[in-house]
């Protein structure tokens, strides 16, 4: 294939040299005169192992040139790499000035290509906020293209997963392939340019593969966060925080797994909570300062309320919900802060009809800490529990799916549930 690639800074070099190890031909574009001179005479514009000698490779077999504008390129190239830059403002936003440009040029470049030619796929390699591709990159396009726009381009985003100083082995073996399109089905041509990279491919629609690396890179900023607190709290408290970590890390059923990350039902049970907060005044008390672990229980919180009102949402006053689960977990009779437990206040609290299914529940039976913690928050519960023949045939207006204890129901296939033990 002939591969376009806007923006030969770290990512679109890099991809540039990989590209033609696979065999693809390309043409790399960047206003920077002094960087398209090195680059045509082997000298590479970042420092980044393997790329040097990929490059050279690459001009000895005539399998990348370089230019300051698109021009006729895009007339007969079958993809083109987005990969200007999308620097932050003041406020933490992303400048999508690069973008607009370079989609306003290539959209322009599209115009040429000859009657009856594929569809220039255009995959946006940039970072940037979900919702770009539809609010910004498809209106340039279309305002340059109209009525001829699907004929002349398909749009994809593929956010990359590169590392300075293993970008090229990432490349060949990346974590995951994102592949972003408008009705989430695989881009053929897409396919074929990944074609020997071995990795798990999720074909989606634009905003989740949008949304990747911001996730991505706020989950790893939370782990150092959060290794760098308890580092503090470890080292104020004379113990080893390597030996620590060599601990902690070597978990990888629970500590290091999907386990826990899954968006859903607050945490809640008899260790979360206490051991977070455990964690908090052992830090003060050393003055380690753990702002992060800080927030774990406001955060919370805040979550409990919004899984409240995503419950809630559209019922009037006084409707009857039935809520199915109301121990932390299926199957069990622990109701210490069972964030089900303060779902089902709150729904009280505000007026609706509540009946609670939780066979694993008897309200005679909870004994100590379980037993004070079930009646002071909700001093009714044994009113609130129905039995599995009451729950199918109840007529509710909603059903609350809070754990696995739904799966034991059988209701119509029209019954108004939400689930908040996983969220869609």
């Known amino acids: 294939m002939k591969v376009l690639i806007l923006g030969l800074g770290y990512v679109g070099f890099t991809s540039a040299c990989c590209i033609?190890?696979?065999?693809?031909?390309v043409i790399g574009i960047d206003p920077n005169k002094r960087k398209l001179r090195d680059i045509?005479?082997?000298?590479?514009?970042?420092?980044?192992?393997?790329?040097?000698?990929m490059l050279s490779e690459a001009l000895a077999l005539g399998q990348i040139k370089v230019d300051s504008e698109i021009g006729i390129h895009a007339a007969d190239c079958d993809?083109?790499?987005?990969?200007?830059?999308?620097?932050?403002?003041?406020?933490?936003?992303?400048?999508?000035?690069f973008i607009a440009d370079v989609t306003r040029q290539i959209a322009s470049a599209a115009l040429g290509r000859a009657d009856g030619a594929r569809p220039l796929v255009i995959a946006y390699r940039s970072t940037f906020r979900p919702g770009t591709v539809e609010d910004l990159v498809l209106p340039i396009l279309r305002a340059s293209l109209g009525a001829r726009t699907d004929d002349l381009v398909r749009v994809v985003y593929m956010p990359e997963f590169l590392r300075e100083g293993c970008a090229v082995a990432d490349y060949f073996a990346p974590p995951k392939i994102v592949v972003g399109t408008r009705d989430g089905a695989p881009e053929p041509l897409i396919e074929d340019l990944n074609k020997d990279i071995d990795a798990?491919?999720?074909?989606?629609?634009?905003?989740?593969?949008?949304?990747?690396?911001?996730?991505?890179?706020?989950?790893?900023a939370v782990k150092v966060a959060f290794a760098n607190e308890v580092g503090r709290t470890c080292l104020n408290h004379g113990i080893s925080a390597a030996k620590v970590?060599?601990?902690?890390?070597?978990?990888?059923?629970?500590?290091?797994?999907p386990y826990y990350l899954r968006p859903g039902?607050?945490?809640?049970?008899?260790?979360?909570p206490k051991d977070v907060r455990a964690l908090q005044h052992i830090g003060a008390d050393s003055g380690a300062n753990l702002?992060?672990?800080?927030?774990?229980i406001r955060s919370n919180e805040a979550h409990k309320h919004w899984l409240f009102e995503y419950a809630s949402a559209e019922l009037a006053p006084g409707a009857r919900i039935?809520?199915?689960?109301?121990?932390?977990?299926?199957?069990t009779d622990d109701l210490r802060e069972s964030p089900n437990v303060d779902l089902a206040r709150k729904l009280l609290a505000a007026g609706f009809a509540l009946e609670i299914y939780d066979p694993a529940v008897e309200a005679g039976k909870l004994v100590g800490a379980n037993l004070g913690y079930a009646f002071s928050q909700l001093p009714v519960l044994e009113k609130l529990l129905v039995d599995r023949a009451r729950a199918e045939v109840g007529g509710y207006d909603r059903i609350i799916a809070a754990n696995a204890t739904v799966k034991q129901l059988n209701f119509s296939q029209d019954t108004d549930m939400r689930y908040i033990g996983t969220l869609p």
């Open 79 to 97: 993809i083109a790499l987005v990969c200007v830059g999308t620097p932050s403002a003041a406020d933490g936003s992303h400048n999508m000035g």
């Open 245 to 257: 970590h060599e601990i902690f890390v070597s978990d990888t059923k629970l500590n290091i797994s």
């Open 20 to 25: 033609t190890r696979q065999g693809h031909e």
């Open 40 to 53: 045509a005479e082997g000298r590479t514009p970042i420092v980044e192992p393997e790329v040097g000698e």
């Open 200 to 220: 798990p491919v999720f074909n989606t629609g634009y905003s989740e593969a949008e949304i990747t690396k911001f996730v991505d890179n706020s989950w790893h």
């Open 265 to 272: 039902g607050a945490f809640g049970g008899s260790c979360l």
């Open 322 to 331: 039935l809520l199915a689960g109301l121990a932390f977990k299926a199957g």
């Open 291 to 296: 702002h992060l672990i800080d927030s774990l």
